[in-house]
């Protein structure tokens, strides 16, 4: 026999105690549940009981939370980081997805994380303005080679705009900043889904591996013909790892 505090699994117990009495309680079943009922002899009994309706419980959720060292999988939105080039530099642009809004009032807020040695993150502190740009279905055609292409390798080795162009998603001004007022904003891709303008308030922030800007929205735009209340059509970091992409890790795979 298995004492309550020890000596089998739940399940175990379960099968072995049928439907007689155990202690003055006797366990009943219902649409694959089960429950003890009967008098209580002792003032032990009771709480036993509950340790034991606690431990089935359990069992039938798929257990307690445990201690982990895997990080969420959750899936995000995926966005590009379009920032200017210095000087004669040509501007580029990243795939980023640790990017999220943070207030509304008095003005609007974004955070986004920068990878450290990267071009786009020396360009955005530099500059300290961007343009995020939430991408679409468009932009996933074939086998993800513009995503590859954005995330997978460095302005300071590619020329991203004429690879760009090569696949058919030619650079071109933001919508709005055709004036030479505008000039210091850095282009963008076609068929965005959004484009966020962000400023960064303040300085970088170290946190390790990436440094995190706090930013303040200062023009969006979006598709024409959508509207505020529409569903965005916009591509996540689960689409990305369900067509063998990116990696469970949010890293770029090579393609097979």
């Given at each position: ?8 699994q ?6 072995r105690?049928?439907?007689?009495r155990i202690r003055g309680?006797?366990e009943t079943r219902s649409?694959?549940s089960c429950?003890f009922?009967?008098?209580?002899r ?13 431990f ?12 982990t ?10 966005y ?12 580029t ?6 990017a ?6 008095p003005?609007?807020?974004w955070?986004v994380s920068?990878?450290?040695g990267t ?6 502190a530099?500059?300290?303005r961007?343009i995020?740009?939430?991408l679409g279905?468009d932009?996933l ?6 995503v590859r ?24 001004r ?5 004036d030479?007022?505008d000039a210091?904003w850095?282009?963008?891709?076609p ?7 962000l400023?960064?308030v303040?300085?970088l922030?170290d946190?390790?591996s990436?440094?995190?800007a706090?930013?303040e ?18 591509i996540s ?5 369900k067509e ?5 890790l949010g890293r770029i795979?090579e393609e097979?």
């Open positions: 026999e298995h004492s309550w505090l020890g000596g089998g739940p399940q175990q117990l379960t099968e105690i049928g439907a007689r309680l006797r649409e694959g429950k009922v009967g008098k209580m002792s003032s032990l009994t009771k709480p036993l009981a509950a340790l034991v309706l606690f089935f419980s359990q069992a039938r959720r798929g257990g307690a939370l445990q201690p060292s895997t990080p969420p999988l959750i899936d995000v939105p995926v590009s980081l379009s920032t200017r080039g210095e000087g004669s530099e040509p501007d642009m990243n795939i980023l997805t640790y999220t809004p943070v207030s509304v009032r003005a609007r807020m955070a920068l990878f450290r071009a786009s993150h020396a360009n955005f530099r500059e300290r961007g995020l740009q939430l279905p932009h055609g074939g086998d993800g080679g513009l292409l954005l995330g997978g390798t460095s302005g300071g080795d590619v020329d991203k705009r004429a690879a760009c162009g090569e696949m058919g998603f030619p650079w071109r933001p919508p709005g900043c055709e030479e007022d210091d850095p282009d963008v891709l068929s965005c889904v959004y484009h966020l303008r400023e960064l303040g300085d922030i946190c390790g990436h440094d995190v706090l930013c929205v200062k023009s969006m735009n979006s598709e024409e013909g959508s509207d505020a209340s529409d569903e965005l059509g916009y970091s689960r689409r990305l790892r063998g992409i990116i990696s469970e795979k097979p």
